[in-house]
């Protein structure tokens, strides 16, 4: 019986195509949703992403990336003496002022790092134009492609290799653009050693904001954070556990993550509305006929599988164009500056949305169907 | 007549001897608060191989009683035994099975499933009892060709007229051999000729003996179709007119 359930389903190509319609729309809107929750919550530990390192050192009060507390200078070499540490470098990560030449003084916020001149420890890894290795040559920085993007947008300057900047009244010269992820409001970054990021930053009196650090070749992530933060009284964690923190001082203190789930919880409800009801009158729409299959004999159980399976077909196949769409959408954005963030969970949860969905209105179905008398096949 | 242990086995009556009987049956439909009798101790037979006629005015009971003796409905009292089984006493998914095996249906507006084709709608029964598209398609193509639409098995229903859509519902309501045909209204969507071509094909399904075959109908016109008739008023059997003669002198202008 099933294949009668599917030539019901696919013989009627309008109604289908209706059918799938919504489940792909009610799709594209939770996807988009919960896309846009996890975007903006990546643009919380964009800095963190650019930087990549396997251990992040810190003070204890900090509770995420942008929440800098200064620590000693001699914090790197006390990291990197802890047993199973492999290598240890400093980081500097602070606002500074970005004044363009030649264009009356304007100006742009952004977000400085300063990584170890020796190891390049941190560096990006991303290089759309340049080498990192030059960032050894007096005055060089690396800069975001978004910086270069807005400079462009606002100013109607395009910055390119071998062109020069000020930062607190020095000279900064591009020696790469790479393709960085933006951070909230917008914030880019430039990259520098640790020694000039001293002079591009406002003066303070400590600079070191973090150590990074790496375990030894056969040592855990975790062993050598604990020996860390035993050792050195610092905080120690990993990349993707300073992530989650970043992730959750913002869901905690931020209204963002609030008004942007609402919208993922409207998201659902009109695509709960969308698709169930659309699924639910298809099966309305069948009352007459699957009372004749009722009449002849199907049992209740046949008819609920037959349901059952057409409300699958329909779930996956609108769920698959939907998914398919926003896919083909969010690669066609520019990397980074667009809070889309499609990680995997996000299909996986809209997947099981939209199955819940297509389940429950098939389920109401099913209560009707069974409680359809036959009979009714007789009255006009 | 003994309850058998399954629903699908059939106790084959011979020919005039009781294939369904109801005895006292009495079914209500409630509105709200309000409940309205349609069946009153509704005492009736229905003979193996004959074609009856239940005929009465609208809203006697004739569709509700074909309903309790075809088992699309439950009655509220009284006995119903067809073909050896006692369907008031068994489940509603033995009385569902019963259904699949025993019975064929057909209906006033056809009720053709509108994505199928003719031979696909024909071979539901068939596939409702588990029989695969592979073997249950041919058989149901045969059918069709014996009620002379062996050309319009690949057409959808949509695409018939609405004769040939009453022959295809001809072809499905035996393409597994029931002992038992309803048929409501079967001629009342169609003009004249083809109701009688519909008619002769249903007397060709009664003829030999095997099959009861009962019509619920308003149209005098084929009144001379049946062998017996019953006429229905406010829930009761009025009477039933026991040949063709009897009939023909009861009715002489149909």
Redesign the interface.
Known sequence: ?F??AL??L???RAKYAMLVSGIAFATILMTQGFALFFGILSFSYATISNVRSPIWVFDPLVQQIADNQPLRDTDVDRVRSVEGVAWAAPLYIGGATAKLLGDGGSSQQVTLIGIDANTLAGAPTNLLSGNVLDLRMAESVIVDANFVFQVKALRGKELKLGDVFEMNDRRARIVGIASLSQGMGGATSIYTTWDRAKGYAPSQRKMLTHVLASPQAGRSLAEVCRAITEATGLKAVSEAEFKDMSELFMVKYSPIPFVVGLMVVIGFVIGVAISGQTFYAFILENT??L??????????T?LAAMILLQALIVGLTGFGLGVGVMSAFFSSLPPGRVPLLLLWPVPVGVLCAVLFICMGAALLSVLRVSRI???I???? | MSTPATAETTATPAPGQPAVCLRAVDKSFRNGDQITPVLKQVDFTALAGEMLLLVGPSGCGK??L??VLCG??HADAGRIEAFGHTLSALSP?LV??????H?G?I???F?L????TAA?NVA??L???GVS?AKALPRARELLARVGIGDKAGE?PNRLSGGQQQRVAIARALVHDPALIVC??PTSALDSVTGHQVMDLLRGTASDGRRTVIVVTHDPRIYRYADRMAEMEDGRILRVLPSPAAIAAAHPHA
């Open positions: 019986m294949d009668i030539k019901m696919f013989g009627d007459r006929y009372g004749a299959l009722k009449a002849m004999g199907t049992s209740n046949t008398e036959p009979a096949v007789f009255r006009s | 569709t509700t074909l309903s699309t409905l998914a569902t099975r019963f259904r699949a095996s019975v249906f209906f006033q507006q009720n499933l509108p994505t199928l696909e539901v029964p596939r409702i009892q598209a959808r409501d209204e």
